[in-house]
């Protein structure tokens, strides 16, 4: 097993906030949603004494939909996870550990928040569910760290979020 195991681990994570606000009695698949995120890295300085490397990274989800026919009712969903993780320092070098943490923590957490928001959506109403695509976060954290601001100790803050709008759960398949 320690063969295939990726240096890389995902160790735990939380929700910090979730918060829905309903008006629909179902989900029509011609619903547009709209899609928010956010994530701000909380990246490793050194290895604990254990030789491994931590880092957090919280992800901000927010989506919502508005009744095609129905003006005013709508659906919006708000979720924060936050996920530890780590590698040891024999593993990999601290730069790929936390570039690692941006693009594969951001994937794990983005996969758990979806699973999530499926779920809710699916129990807050009587028929549908709000899915959100898979995105490609290699790309997202690329568009991130081009807008990402250098700090005056020359480190880059990632957090920027991106948007994505205007896309109806049909076209998702």
């Given at each position: 097993m320690d063969e295939i195991k990726a240096g890389f681990q995902f160790t735990d994570h939380r929700i910090n906030k979730l918060t829905v606000n309903n008006s629909l009695v179902g989900i029509s698949e011609e619903m547009a949603l709209q899609l928010s995120l956010a994530f701000k890295p909380c990246p490793a300085k050194k290895a604990n004494k254990?030789?491994?490397y931590l880092g957090r990274l919280k992800l901000l989800v927010e989506t919502s939909g508005q009744d095609p026919v129905r003006e005013g009712k709508g659906i919006s969903i708000e979720l924060e996870v936050e996920g530890l993780f780590c590698a040891s320092?024999?593993?990999m070098d601290i730069s790929v550990f936390?570039?690692?943490l941006a693009i594969n923590g951001l994937a794990t957490l983005y996969s758990i928040a979806r699973s999530i928001i499926i779920s809710i959506s699916a129990q807050c109403c009587t028929s549908g569910q709000m899915r959100i695509p898979?995105?490609?976060m290699v790309?997202?954290?690329?568009?991130s760290t081009e807008k990402a601001q250098v700090d005056s100790a020359g480190e880059h803050e990632q957090g920027?979020?991106?948007s994505l709008s205007g896309f109806t759960n049909d076209q998702l398949g």
């Open positions: 254990d030789g491994l320092e024999d593993a936390n570039k690692m898979m995105l490609d790309e997202v954290y690329k568009a920027e979020s991106q």
